[in-house]
């Protein structure tokens, strides 16, 4: 079982950077794939980003690509996703989440099981 929570969000104007961060709990956080979705107001959630859990491969969202970077560091059991160049349409929840089940799809939510609360991304 692994126990996800968010922090960073905040409020930036265009161009602008933010880093969130995502601390797991459980003492089998590295053998996750982890993943970063967004749900933006009135829309439906989103992958973003995804680690291997070697943080070897990384996966983006091409809405994404260049401007985001999605890290994580096994000694403190933590995720983390460097955003720059910020856009409105960028604005929305932020949800850090485990991967539990093999699809194809790296950044589709039904393969994540376990989930964060959010933290919230407005970028204006």
């Known amino acids: 079982h692994v126990q996800l929570v968010e922090s960073g969000g905040g409020s930036v104007q265009a161009g602008g950077s933010l880093t969130l961060s995502c601390a797991a709990s459980g003492r089998t956080f590295s053998i996750y794939h982890m993943g970063w979705f967004r749900q933006p107001p009135g829309k439906e959630r989103e992958g973003v980003a995804a680690?291997?859990?070697?943080?070897?491969?990384?996966y983006y969202a091409d809405s994404v690509k260049g401007r985001f970077t999605i890290s994580r560091s096994h000694a403190d059991n933590t995720i983390y996703l460097r955003m720059d160049s910020l856009k409105p349409e960028d604005t929305g929840m932020y949800y850090c989440?485990?991967?539990?089940?093999?699809?194809?799809?790296?950044?589709?939510?039904?393969?994540?099981?376990?989930w964060g609360q959010g933290t919230q991304v407005t970028v204006s």
């Open positions: 680690i291997s859990p070697s943080g070897a491969s990384t």
């Open positions: 989440a485990a991967r539990v089940r093999i699809t194809s799809d790296y950044l589709s939510s039904e393969s994540y099981g376990y």
